[in-house]
């Protein structure tokens, strides 16, 4: 049976005022959650503040990049033990901001792939087309070539262990979500997929969907079979709306 997990990206937003009161919302509301893990992914100079203001809640910490190499000359980057020590369990990788604004090829993103599930952690591996893509039609062939430059350099064991993001990049931030029913037949291509190299992975990993979910369309969208999660942009900058999606699971 897999777990719902609700992610939080919080992007480019916060300050330590805003962050804090985020928090304590959060927190004093996450007995209300029943079926779904909670984690957030705040800008990388608050996640060991956040960490802090986790304490002892059942909430998981991710960041928002890591770096395909494990130290050294990379200005910029952030080492995978660095986000170990800051407490980290996930890493978003491969957003389709950093794909489309930051250049980030599919094989980076598998690089940094490798490099969280070496350091032990778990890849937020995002994938998804551009409405381009998606009315030439070729969805399919998009989200299968994203996955398979992990795959072909890691073999189907590094998808058993990362949580896949499906994030059509036209409902990103823009208010227009995928419908349910779009949303579950590329879910469910994406499980078919894996399922011809593993059944048992497939069955498995966790595949959210991302892209203007919020409080009043999670629970069409978290009920159809292959959508076990969310990752969640805006809604999840207010503790009332990201617990409301947490508790749509
Ligand atoms: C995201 O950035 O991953 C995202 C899904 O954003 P939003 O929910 O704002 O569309």
């Known amino acids: 049976m897999r777990r719902t997990l609700i992610a939080g990206n919080w992007k480019m937003n916060g300050s330590l005022q805003s962050i804090t009161e985020l928090m304590d919302g959060i927190k004093a509301g996450l007995n209300e959650v029943d079926n779904a893990d909670m984690a957030v992914c705040p800008p990388a100079v608050y996640l060991m503040k956040v960490k802090g203001l986790i304490g ?12 395909d190499q ?30 489309s604004l930051y250049g980030e090829s599919d094989e980076l993103v598998a690089k940094r792939h490798a490099m969280a599930v070496e350091s032990g952690i778990t890849p937020i591996l995002c994938i998804g087309e551009t409405l381009e893509e998606r009315e030439s039609g070729v969805t399919e062939a998009v ?34 979500t995928a419908t349910p029913e779009q949303a579950q037949a590329v879910h469910a291509f994406i499980r078919a997929k894996l399922s011809a190299l593993s059944t048992h992975i497939a069955d498995n990993v966790q595949i959210l ?37 947490g508790k749509s699971a």
């Open 56 to 67: 002892e809640a059942n909430i998981g910490l991710g960041s928002q990049n890591i770096c």
């Open 209 to 245: 969907y991302g892209g203007s979910m919020n409080a009043a369309n999670a629970k069409d969208l978290l009920s159809q079979p292959d959508i076990d999660g969310g990752l969640i942009g805006g809604a999840s900058l207010k503790a009332e709306d990201f617990l409301a999606i």
């Open 143 to 176: 989200v299968a070539r994203q996955l398979d430059a992990v795959i072909d350099t890691q073999g189907i064991e590094a998808i058993g262990k990362c949580v896949i993001a499906y994030e059509p990049v036209w409902a990103i931030g823009t208010g227009k």
């Open 70 to 99: 494990a130290s050294g000359a990379y200005t910029g980057e952030l080492g995978p033990s660095m986000l170990k020590e800051a407490g980290c369990k996930y890493a978003i990788i491969g957003h389709s901001e950093r794909r």
